[in-house]
């Protein structure tokens, strides 16, 4: 029974797009049965998927191929084909388990709604075509899967149509989707030419096997960054997915929590061609590092609790892209995994914000000093390459190492620093464990993701170019300035600087401007004419700043 685990990860998106299909009334009695039908739906999905791991586990390892459609005049077939794999198994367990509580928040949330079956459908629609994306065995499975999902996913961004706002911001999302979509689109059909088949095992093996790349597969493997780029919101293409919150907030959570990784999980799938292309998983990576300092920065301007969201999700996207440009790939994966369940707890429990923002108590944040900060880096560096060293590498001869040892670095000595708000010296010593621990466990995880899954991504050919050591010398001294900027720095910049700052970076450098003025172009009468509001935001700053200056006008003790 090697075709078990197959049919048990067809089910998956199959159920789905069953609940999904009949029409309901907006009635309540409709509504009631039409959300049910999803939530059993999404139910059995996590089931099929945890039924799909044991399966693979017990010997069931062989990929299933339904079909094949010939497509005239293009030499290849368009397979209907589910990859079974370890990546495959890991992306559909973490999908199902994020739509099976999506699902249920949804109940909730919308309950009451005179359009909530509607809303269950389109639900159910797009996570069934975005579960077809995970579990697709080639690239034009993958291409068909991924645009059924983005025109699902277009309309429940429009579920309430009568916000211009989320009028707009979806159809500036098209613009971006439907090129990304091309972009794929021609990436298939240079590899059904060049490869003779789209499935993804038989482009592997293809890459891994021949020479000298053709022309046609150097082509792809751009096109394919290009489609990532535009599917995972980097700047400066990342204005749709900030403006997006309109919709309801499990929209949010789906989005946010799945379908903006697709970008990713494209890259994951055709890594053995990437890397035989490292320029393009070079420019990815640089486009990644740009987009995670302009996110990580305009982040904390912020004044709304999506924005701030959405925001975070565009950095950790091109953390994310770093970490694929770099060759990390399993770190990538386990990247993957753990933002998009963090992301899904974020929008799924926004509303509870503002309950804990009431409980901080009054007074500004402590600032670490300088002296601090660079203990607190050099300590991230020393547990980074201690743990390194216990695993038996040597970082300073390995360049992909030297990468990951940077990343753990950075991450850990950030943890050092907020431990610059306790006062007590036994608080410190435990944020120094906690620290040591975090880096370790990290790389632990690290060496756990390589070990599963080394058989279905590749590794990096060329790691040890000029342009690879300056990518990860760049990504080093960025942390580093994202870091003191977020420490230390903030302080020793004048407040004018400060405001200049804090005024460009809240309105995103205005990049977004632009697409704003051609998407109107194309949809000027879905826009409404609203008066110009006030930047909040800013006129507070300047306030702050009036009242420092005259103490007689504080408005108070």
């Given at each position: 029974m090697d075709w078990l685990t197959g049919a048990l990860l067809a089910v998956m998106p199959a159920g789905l797009l069953l609940a999904a299909l009949p029409?309901?009334?907006?009635?309540?009695?409709?509504?009631?049965?039409?959300?049910?039908?999803?939530?059993?739906?999404?139910?059995?999905?996590?089931?099929?998927?945890l039924a799909a791991d044991l399966s693979f586990f017990l010997g069931a390892r062989a990929s299933l191929d339904l079909a094949g459609l010939p497509i005239p005049s293009m030499g290849f077939n368009l397979p209907f084909s589910i990859a079974v794999n370890t990546l495959t198994l890991a992306l559909a367990t973490l999908v199902s388990f994020v739509i099976v509580m999506i699902a249920q928040y949804s109940v909730q949330y919308l309950d009451g709604d005179p359009q909530q079956a509607r809303f269950a459908r389109l639900m159910a629609f797009t996570a069934g075509f975005f579960l077809l994306v995970v579990i697709a065995g080639n690239i034009g499975l993958f291409t068909l899967g991924i645009i059924a999902t983005g025109f699902s996913l277009h309309r429940l961004l429009k579920f309430y149509g009568d916000r211009p706002k989320a009028v707009m911001a979806a159809h500036k999302k098209s613009i971006f989707s439907r090129t990304a979509d091309i972009c794929l689109v021609l990436a298939t059909i240079l590899i059904g030419h060049s490869v003779g088949s789209l499935q993804f095992d038989v482009i592997s093996q293809f890459a891994k096997r021949t020479g000298s790349l053709p022309v046609s597969l150097q082509v792809a493997a751009w096109l394919i960054v290009g489609a990532m780029i535009l599917k995972s919101a980097h700047f400066p293409f990342q204005g749709w997915l900030i403006q997006v919150m309109e919709a309801p907030t499990p929209v949010s959570a789906l989005m946010h929590a799945g379908v903006v990784y697709s970008g990713a999980i494209i890259a994951l799938r055709t890594s053995p061609l990437l890397v035989r292309e490292p320029d393009a998983l070079l420019f990815l990576g640089a486009v990644g590092l740009l987009t995670v300092v302009i996110a990580s920065l305009v982040m904390t301007t912020q004044t709304t609790i999506k924005s701030m969201l959405a925001w975070s999700t565009t950095a950790q996207l091109g953390f994310m892209s770093l970490e694929l440009g770099l060759g990390l790939f399993p770190l990538a994966l386990l990247h993957l995994i753990g933002h998009s369940l963090y992301k899904a707890h974020a929008f799924l429990s926004s509303g509870s914000v503002t309950d804990q923002l009431r409980q901080v108590p009054p007074g500004g944040k402590k600032i670490p000093s300088m002296g601090f900060w660079m203990v607190a880096v050099a300590l991230g560096v020393?547990?980074?390459?201690?743990?390194?060293?216990?695993?038996?590498?040597?970082?300073v001869r390995d360049p992909v190492w030297i990468a990951l040892v940077v990343i753990v670095a950075v991450a850990v000595s950030q943890i050092l620093v907020k431990s610059f708000q306790f006062d007590a010296l036994a608080d410190r010593i435990m944020a120094l464990g906690v620290?040591?621990?975090?880096?370790?466990?990290?790389?632990?995880?690290?060496?756990?993701?390589?070990?599963?899954?080394?058989?279905?991504?590749?590794?990096?050919?060329?790691?040890?170019?000029?342009?690879?050591?300056?990518?990860?010398?760049?990504?080093?001294?960025?942390?580093?300035?994202?870091?003191w900027l977020q420490g230390p720095g903030r302080a020793q910049l004048s407040q004018g600087l400060q405001m200049a700052l804090f005024t460009h970076l809240y309105n995103g450098l205005y990049v977004d401007y632009w697409v704003d003025q051609f998407s109107h172009g194309f949809w000027s009468e879905k826009v409404g004419i609203e008066l110009p509001r006030k930047n909040l935001?800013?006129?507070?700053m300047q306030s702050i700043a009036r009242n420092q200056e005259d103490p007689t006008n504080s408005g108070g003790a």
């Open positions: 029409r309901a009334q907006a009635t309540r009695h409709a509504a009631l049965n039409t959300r049910n039908r999803v939530r059993w739906a999404a139910l059995i999905a996590l089931v099929a998927a020393i547990i980074s390459g201690g743990s390194a060293w216990i695993f038996g590498e040597n970082p620290a040591a621990s975090m880096g370790l466990l990290y790389l632990i995880l690290h060496t756990l993701f390589v070990w599963g899954f080394a058989g279905d991504m590749a590794i990096p050919a060329e790691s040890g170019t000029d342009a690879y050591l300056g990518l990860v010398v760049l990504s080093a001294v960025s942390f580093l300035l994202l870091s935001a800013l006129e507070s």
